[in-house]
């Protein structure tokens, strides 16, 4: 929030400007620090803080989380304090909430609140993950070394969800032209060559009958099917929100042809990484292994990584506890983790997962756009060319009666 504010110095001079802050009380302090004496204070643009109060604020991608982890850490690294590391960033940070946030987190730092605990009242944007890894790095004394790992974590994570929804950008614009073309056809195109038909005596063409049948069934229950479709969607939308829906959903996802095998190798990635990282950071394997569960999406996994963690809390050995579940933890992830168990290296045998199972997943994306481009458009093609048949046969005809 920004306020005007009116002061006098040590010296007894007034003083008129702005200031950003999260509070008129943290713009006081503020002020107070270079011996400014607030005399008035107002908080400026009222009416637009009011308004944006009903605008969606946009969402905190890992990007943003990527760029901020990054430039904190290099500021700390250099001796900056953390209040004035934070304001500092938050000045850059376009996106209002983003940036109201990270003012209210400086101030809390500087009223004494440790860093994690500042953070930790923000879950939506910093997850358990996120504060974990921060309290570890307050506990040994090595924030910025912290920082480092959370901003090259996000920056994989970033990099694998960017390449999946890129791959579907193309299927997605195909079939946006598709709908668009067959709407065209059918508001303007089909009404006109069903009246050329009437005024002639010709049979219309076999492709020609199946167009004007859909025209005249989207004439009388177009309704009908639109209501459908919309109570359709909401059920499905609310079906796989509820939890016996999220698990059916996750069940269905695995298993689905192709994109089950990408999205498993997405799922070991993060557990892999999760608990690299978190090791790494000087956290234990229980430890680790709980917030990775907590932080996984699918539920299939999120059980996987609880027995797992039970089964450690009693003796057991990761390698041995994933050894139950070989249709969604290959055997080389098992064999890979028993070798770092063994010699004391697991941080440094689960990145190895990750390095190899993110190239699969590099590689199987690729692949898949490279061949869902030539059937999009053959299939695409196809349509046009049976529209065109459609609506083209009929006009041929009726020109051969003239």
């Given at each position: 929030m920004k306020f005007s504010y009116k002061a006098r110095t040590k010296e007894g001079k007034i003083e008129t400007g702005t200031i950003e802050a999260s509070s008129k009380e943290a713009a006081v302090l503020i002020l107070q620090k270079y011996n400014i004496f607030v005399t008035s204070l107002d908080e400026k643009n009222k009416g637009a803080m009011f308004a944006k109060k009903f605008s969606f604020s946009k969402k905190v991608s890992k990007k943003d989380l990527t760029i901020f982890s990054r430039q904190l850490a290099v500021m700390l690294e250099s001796r900056i304090s953390v209040i004035q590391s934070l304001t500092s960033i938050a000045a850059q940070i376009k996106k209002e909430n983003f940036r109201e946030e990270i003012m209210k987190i400086s101030s809390m730092v500087e009223e004494g609140s440790p860093l994690s605990e500042a953070f930790s009242t923000y879950p939506n944007t910093f997850d358990?993950?996120?504060?974990?890894?921060?309290?570890?790095?307050?506990?040994?004394?090595k924030i910025s070394e912290t920082l480092y790992y959370l901003s090259d974590h996000l920056e994989r994570e970033q990099d694998i969800s960017s390449k999946v929804k890129q791959a579907m950008i193309y299927p997605a614009f195909t079939l946006v032209v598709l709908a668009g073309v067959m709407i065209i056809v059918m508001s303007?195109?089909?009404?006109?060559?069903?009246?050329?038909?009437?005024?002639?005596?010709?049979?219309?063409?076999?492709?020609?009958?199946?167009?004007?049948?859909f025209y005249d069934f989207l004439g009388n229950y177009g309704w009908m099917v639109l209501i459908a479709f919309f109570w359709l969607v909401v059920f499905i939308v609310y079906y796989f929100r509820t939890k016996e829906g999220k698990k059916k959903y996750d069940q269905i996802s695995l298993k689905t042809p192709i994109l089950g095998k990408i999205l498993q190798k997405i799922f070991l990635i993060r557990f892999a990484e999760n608990i690299s990282t978190l090791i790494s950071a000087?956290?234990?394997?229980?430890?680790?292994?709980?917030?990775?569960?907590?932080?996984?999406?699918?539920?299939?996994?999120k059980k996987i990584i609880s027995e797992t963690e039970k089964g450690v809390s009693e003796g057991e050995k990761i390698s041995a506890v994933l050894a139950n579940y070989p249709e969604n933890i290959p055997p080389f992830v098992v064999q890979m983790i028993k070798v770092g168990e063994e010699?004391?290296?697991?941080?440094?045998?689960?990145?190895?997962?990750?390095?190899?199972y993110g190239k699969e997943v590099r590689d199987a994306i690729n692949t898949l756009t490279t061949l869902l481009e030539p059937i999009l458009i053959i299939f695409l093609g196809v349509l046009?060319?049976?529209?065109?048949?459609?609506?083209?046969?009929?006009?041929?005809?009726a020109l051969g009666t003239i």
């Open positions: 358990d993950f996120y504060i974990s890894l921060l309290r570890s790095g307050e506990a040994s004394g303007t195109v089909i009404p006109k060559i069903e009246e050329i038909i009437k005024e002639t005596t010709n049979e219309p063409p076999f492709f020609t009958k199946v167009m004007l049948g000087g956290l234990s394997i229980n430890i680790a292994l709980k917030i990775t569960g907590d932080t996984m999406t699918n539920f299939i996994y010699t004391g290296k697991l941080d440094k045998t689960l990145m190895e997962i990750v390095n190899f046009v060319a049976l529209l065109a048949v459609s609506v083209l046969e009929p006009l041929y005809g």
